[in-house]
């Protein structure tokens, strides 16, 4: 039930192109994330925000951009792409944090992103 | 030290087996955890949320030992269908602030 579409689901790309992945979420959740998953790292965080024109950096967010114009999409750009990466890409929405209790996240299917 | 550590495996168990996973953590202050099954080229999927000392949902038992901060993971009875990656995650920093660390995943290999 994730509710949550990316697409493209796949892309190749040239070096030095500048490529917009998309993300859109119906459950009108605030906090929405970008993450990479790459062998040997597991998921890392990319961007988040945690509302309309609400942007921050995750732990590898260079040659990375987020925008966030409405509660719904937070696309992800890469303003010019690397072979390093070359990654599945995975955009999350949130439910609001219940007091001390966290709230899990929902995923996309993913984004696979080949730059040659 | 890594924010959420696993051990990456494989484990590789026989049907019908008993298998634990562990998950440690460094933020004692987290208060939540939760567990993640991702099968191949696929999204992460929620398989438990633990909240206090644990839960446990069929043949999956999630515990949390606060102590030693770690959160484990036991499957019984393992089933071929239980072949997967299992990611764990931890908020990040404070209880508020909606970010999720996770593990690098353990993957989990059941054989006939």
């Known amino acids: 039930d994730a509710e949550i579409t990316q697409s493209p689901r796949h892309k190749i790309t040239e070096t030095g192109r500048q490529v917009t992945l998309a993300c859109h979420q119906t459950w009108n959740h605030n906090n929405m994330f970008w993450y990479r998953q790459d062998l040997g790292h597991g998921l890392r965080l990319i961007h988040y925000?945690?509302?309309?024109?609400?942007?921050n950096k995750g732990e590898v967010s260079d040659g990375y951009s987020v925008s966030r114009s409405n509660t719904e999409d937070l696309p992800l750009t890469l303003e010019s792409a690397a072979s390093s990466q070359t990654s599945v890409y995975f955009c999350?929405?949130?439910?609001?944090?219940?007091?001390?209790?966290?709230?899990?996240?929902?995923f996309g299917q993913g984004t696979r992103l080949t730059v040659v | 030290r890594k924010e959420v550590e696993q051990d990456p495996g494989p484990f590789n168990v026989p049907e019908g087996a008993t298998v634990a996973f562990n998950c440690t953590y460094s933020?004692?202050?987290?208060?939540?955890f939760f567990w993640y099954r991702q099968d191949c080229r696929k999204e992460p999927k929620l398989l438990m949320s633990v909240y206090s000392s644990g839960n446990e949902d069929g043949r999956f038992t999630a515990q949390l030992n606060r102590a030693s901060q770690y959160i484990s993971l036991l499957i019984r009875d393992s089933k071929l269908s239980d072949s997967a990656t299992y990611l764990c995650a931890v908020p990040h920093g404070s209880s508020n602030t909606g970010k999720l660390i996770f593990g690098q995943g353990t993957t989990l290999q059941v054989k006939p």
């Open positions: 925000s945690y509302g309309v024109q609400d942007t």
């Open positions: 999350a929405r949130k439910p609001r944090d219940r007091g001390m209790q966290n709230t899990e996240a929902f």
């Open positions: 933020n004692s202050a987290s208060q939540s």
